[in-house]
């Protein structure tokens, strides 16, 4: 039963179970945590402004912790996309990060949808955020990913403002259609950005192309909506088919089932809270069958050189210039 539910449903060469290579064969992935309290998600921006966070019991130190035992349990180390709002409230959470060997990366400041906001408005926001990190932990913050991937078509602007503000890579363009954020034909693995103001290296989130779609391979909420073997399968078919890395991506919030109900529509806190209590255990499935690191170990050990190829975004999306 198992064996045809698999061939239908998954296609590829091989039912995902029947790879058996050892986790020192594996590609390297990476790792990845967008760092934000329960009550900082876009879903609930307009029932929770900034302005009433503080009114909101703070849970983040807890499940932050909580996923940072679960990474050392199996020797993983992973990038932590943190809120400088948060930062500035759990200095030393952040210091642990990196006294455990994680990287520390931003995720802006005040959580802001990027299409809400002005140029001068997000420059001001992530030089903040940026700003506070540094400091906190003395070292350079590399990374950036956008809340909610809202690098769009729309406000590819943001990319020329993250070079100007000395960020090296970006995790924000999903490769997929979807009703707020995503470039569908954008590039699917990691690759340079030229832009007027420089270059920027783009690691996208991960996806994999089932009958001309891209799918999406990147965890958050997905994780929690489908099936494990989902996972299983497009792991192993980015590691071992397409010879790439993955990008694996949770939120602090999705570890803690007990976290207070935010009142908002039923169908918003329904898809917030769906299997949250399932999260830990598939964590701790993934992070057994396959290799993780940070984003900045996981660029410096790419496996073959880039494509021949690397897309310029120009205007209002990618256009590729081959070789």
Avoid at 26 to 50: C, G, M, R
Avoid at 116 to 131: G, S, V
């Amino acid at each position: 039963m198992a064996q045809a539910e698999g061939k239908h449903r998954y296609p590829t060469l091989c039912h995902p179970r029947a790879i058996t290579m050892s986790k020192e064969n594996l590609v390297t992935n990476a790792l990845t945590v967008d760092v934000e309290d329960y009550f900082q998600v876009e879903a609930f921006a307009d029932i929770v402004p900034p302005e009433d966070w503080e009114k909101w019991e703070s849970r983040v130190e807890f499940s932050t912790r909580r996923l940072m035992d679960v990474f050392a349990q199996h020797q993983a180390r992973a990038t932590f996309f943190v809120v400088g709002w948060i930062a500035e409230r759990y200095p030393q959470m952040v210091r642990d990060m990196v006294a455990a060997g994680h990287e520390v990366a931003c995720h802006g400041y005040g959580h802001r949808f990027i299409g809400h906001q002005t140029y001068d408005e997000f420059r001001a926001d992530i030089r903040r955020a940026k700003n506070i990190l540094e400091d906190l932990i003395g070292e350079e913050v590399e990374g950036y990913r956008a809340p909610t991937y809202s690098i769009t078509a729309q406000s590819l602007w943001a990319l020329d403002i993250l070079i100007e503000e000395g960020f090296r890579y970006d995790s924000s363009i999903f490769p997929i259609h979807h009703d707020r954020y995503g470039i569908p034909t954008a590039e699917r693995f990691p690759h340079m950005l030229r832009r007027a103001a420089g270059e920027l290296m783009e690691f996208p989130p991960s996806t994999v192309r089932v009958g001309g779609q891209n799918l999406p391979m990147v965890g958050g909420g997905y994780f929690r909506f489908l099936p494990y073997r989902w996972f299983r399968w497009g792991f192993n078919h980015l590691n071992r088919v397409e010879r790439q890395a993955a990008v694996f991506m949770v939120h602090a919030w999705e570890v803690d089932p007990d976290q207070p109900v935010i009142p908002g529509s039923q169908l918003s806190i329904w898809r917030h809270r769906f299997n949250l209590h399932k999260t830990e255990a598939r964590l701790h499935r993934l992070l057994s069958d396959f290799r993780f690191s940070t984003m900045r170990e996981v660029l410096q050990l790419r496996e073959r050189p880039m494509a021949l190829h690397e897309p310029v975004l120009i205007g209002s999306g990618p256009v590729y210039v081959h070789d």
